[in-house]
């Protein structure tokens, strides 16, 4: 579980009335536009690319002054992220949302300078290597979403950037750059 004490958190989390779901509209919508922007701040802060509505998750409670998120306002908050397409909801019952601190286009973007300041535009890795690998060590790809890394690979690959061939096994997946 993630922890809250390396991160700032802004002076709203610790005013009892953002923990509520506002009833006036404008009220509502500054609030939820916070919200918005601490979830996305946190979570890349933290390389979080999946939040459980229903689970624990340090943002959604502050024990300090003693307020929790409903349901309904979690649901509220990552739905706004979805609406701006920053996040995707991983099943029909609002249960599980993937965080996209980064759109998958600028995940490519992310991909191909990684590529090039590396020396690697005409070289082989496996998927596991770019997430993982010596390379990535200390960059933004280092343990990426592996459902985040593969639509990014797509997307390069459908723009004739690189191609992708199946091993064995989802740890032998690769890559072959062109850039």
Known sequence: MQKLADFKLPQFFNYPPYFTLQPVRDTR???????????????????????????????????????????????????????????????????????????????????????????????????????SGTESLGTELQGIDRTILMRALKLLENKGKLALFKGTSADDEGVKFSV
């Not at 959604?60 to 701006?84: C, K, P």
């Open 29 to 131: 919508e500054k609030q939820i536009q916070l919200w918005k922007e601490l979830i996305l701040d946190y979570c890349k802060s933290q390389k979080i690319f999946l939040i459980g509505v229903e689970e624990d998750f340090p943002l959604f409670s502050n024990s300090a002054i003693d307020r929790s998120l409903s349901h309904e306002a979690r649901e509220t908050f990552l739905s706004a992220i979805v609406g701006e397409g920053r996040a995707e909801w991983l099943d029909k019952g609002h249960r599980k949302c993937l965080i996209l601190w980064h759109r998958i286009q600028d995940w490519a973007d992310i991909i191909l300078q990684f590529v090039r300041d590396n020396g690697l535009e005409d070289s082989v890795m496996t998927v596991e290597e770019i997430r």
